[in-house]
């Protein structure tokens, strides 16, 4: 979740869907284009509500499309923990903080996005400022095992790999 091969990175404000033939247009709502779509018919907007002195409803709410049914889910639940997370790791690694998170706070985060490269690679980050070479490499072999968008990401968790087996 929130890998940016993923058809919803979970990032965007808003996607469209349109429908040319019928002059149908659907804009997502938050977050993340996981909310309703809703419609406008954009026939009646041009040609019913041009020049528009007043506040009218322009939407067509027989044809909204419903929430994605993740947004309710454990997933979302997790992700949205996922990035509570990784806010709170990224502040600590800004600090300069060298505190030592307890082994719960590294499981869950692990659970919270299992399937996401960043967060191995975040563990391995914080082992590797812990001088834990081991562990850090470990963390860095799995996020290398999972789906990395861009070559110069996968470079550079190869590199800090490289850089733990010097410092073994």
């Known amino acids: 979740m ?4 993923a058809m919803n990175q979970l990032i965007a404000h808003h996607s469209v869907i349109f429908m040319p033939d019928q002059l149908l247009v659907w ?3 938050n977050p993340w284009q996981l909310g309703p779509y809703v419609c406008y018919d954009l026939y009646k907007i041009f040609h019913n509500f041009a020049g528009l002195q007043r506040k009218v409803e322009i939407t067509e709410p027989g044809k909204t499309i419903p929430s994605d049914p993740f947004l309710g889910s454990a997933d979302y639940k997790h992700f949205m923990r996922f990035r509570e997370m990784r806010k709170q790791l990224k502040q600590l690694f800004r600090a300069g903080a060298t505190d030592t998170l307890p082994g719960s ?3 869950e985060f692990r659970a919270s996005n ?3 490269y960043e967060v191995f690679d975040l563990i391995g980050d914080y082992y590797s400022k812990k001088g834990q070479w081991i562990l850090a490499q470990a963390e860095y072999r799995h996020a290398l095992s999972l789906v990395i968008p861009r070559w110069n990401e996968k470079e550079n968790i190869i590199n800090k790999m490289v850089d733990c087996d010097g410092r073994k």
């Open 114 to 116: 299992p399937m996401y």
């Open 2 to 5: 929130g890998n940016e091969k």
């Open 105 to 107: 706070f590294i499981d």
């Open 27 to 29: 804009v997502s709502t």
